[in-house]
């Protein structure tokens, strides 16, 4: 297992290393056979002159684990953003373990989608191609945060990534496990493009594209 710890403007202490090495030891916990982590600490002066962003990917056999999160404490920060990798790997045992016991599969929700609003003309579009990024550093933008204010006509940032061939359950362990509401991916029985997104509770939808266009 490797373990890289980066700073962004910030000072990586010898003591801050070594707590993030006494905590590294568990991350083989996390998922099977681990082979890279990657922890990275950024001063974030978007949020604030004091802003500190946490970082922390997990790669291994199984899905990229991924977690951050912002705050003043370099040490809180770092345990926040660790306390949601665990909570992210929890919900995706758990979920197997439902399965096991006869919880359901992701169902189709064509049905639930009728009524979806339809953006105006005044919306512009921005294009982004990731064909060369891989998926799992193309699907964290951090260019744009949640909290900047947005200016009307609405903008979409549209965004190209490369086509992962998943079942309908692998697609829902990558969205649980990198903590998104939903995931693209391409149907490995069906061929269709389609998407897996969180519903109340511990259920999930698929939305599925037909061959034929309308």
């Not at 000072?11 to 056979?33: I, M, N, P, W």
Request: hydrophobic share 35%; no cysteine.
């Amino acid at each position: 297992m490797e373990l890289n710890i980066y700073g962004r403007n910030v000072k990586v202490t010898d003591r801050l290393h070594e707590y993030v090495e006494s905590k590294a030891e568990k991350f083989e916990q996390l998922g099977d056979h681990v082979s890279d982590i990657e922890v990275k600490f950024t001063k974030d002066g978007r949020t604030g002159p004091n802003t500190i962003r946490v970082e922390i990917t997990v790669t291994g056999r199984g899905p990229v684990l991924r977690a951050e999160s912002v705050g003043s404490d370099k040490y809180s920060v770092f345990d926040d953003t660790y306390g949601k990798l665990l909570e992210r790997l929890r919900r995706a045992r758990d979920r197997r373990k439902d399965q096991r016991h006869g919880g359901r599969a992701p169902v189709s929700v064509s049905e639930a989608t009728g009524s979806m609003p339809i953006v105006g003309d005044q919306t512009s579009v921005t294009e982004i191609h990731y064909d060369d990024v891989p998926l799992e550093e193309a699907a964290f933008d951090n260019q744009y945060a949640l909290t900047d204010e947005v200016q009307s006509p609405i903008e979409i940032r549209r965004k190209t990534f490369p086509a992962v061939k998943l079942t309908a359950e692998e697609a829902v362990d990558h969205m649980e496990l990198v903590g998104h509401d939903f995931f693209i991916y391409i149907d490995a029985e069906t061929g269709a493009p389609s998407a897996v997104y969180r519903r109340k509770g511990w259920t999930y939808g698929v939305i599925s594209l037909d061959e034929e266009t309308a």
